[in-house]
């Protein structure tokens, strides 16, 4: 084999390996994931902590949901997708938001992270390698959990801007 044939292939060969190391890298542990939610949850009890009484209620306009129903909707969504496509088990916490104050609220938050956090720990690697349907989309129970990482974060940094608008500032973020 000429030295540009064998230079070529050694460089595709080492590309590959490359690319295959990184989509392993790319696979969270189940350690990672529930130190990574851990922080999650902290995060969204400090962002709820650092708005005061009179911006609970707060929208950015009439068609939003308010500051403390963008929270509730964080741990309801928790709840419910970790007892539908996570194998939550059947202690799933509620909250009816109306007759909620701030303290409640945070409970309920603190236990749908817990709840979520439990339904991760009980799956089996094969549970959560396993394909399901899951809105439209075959998807792993590990995509799932990816899920519930974006949703609270999509809606944690709604949360946030709420609090900018009420001249609050949030929390530092902290991404470990």
């Known amino acids: 084999m000429n030295k540009s044939i064998r230079s070529t292939f050694v ?9 295959f190391g990184a989509m392993a890298q790319a696979q969270t542990t ?4 529930l130190s990574k939610w851990e922080n999650s949850k902290k995060f969204t009890l400090d962002v709820l902590a ?26 309801t969504a928790i709840v419910g997708i ?8 059947d202690n799933a916490p509620s909250l009816d938001l109306a007759a909620a104050d701030r303290a409640v609220l945070a409970a309920f938050i603190a236990e749908a992270y817990d709840y979520g956090a439990a ?24 995509q799932v ?6 949703h609270s974060t999509h809606h944690r940094g709604s949360a946030i801007a709420y609090l900018r608008a009420n001249g609050v500032e949030p929390p530092a973020f902290v991404g470990f």
Request: proline residues 3%; aromatic residues 8%.
């Open 119 to 142: 339904s991760v720990k009980a799956l089996s690697d094969a549970d959560a390698a396993e394909k399901i349907e899951v809105f439209g989309n075959t998807v792993s129970r590990r």
């Open 145 to 150: 959990q990816a899920l519930l990482i974006d």
């Open 11 to 19: 460089a595709l060969f080492s590309a590959t390996l490359m690319l």
């Open 82 to 89: 970790s007892k539908g496509f996570l194998k939550g088990g």
């Open 30 to 33: 189940k350690e990672e994931f």
């Open 50 to 75: 650092k708005m005061p009484d009179s911006g609970m209620d707060y929208k950015t306009d009439p068609g939003a949901m308010s500051f403390k129903e963008q929270i509730h909707h964080i741990g």
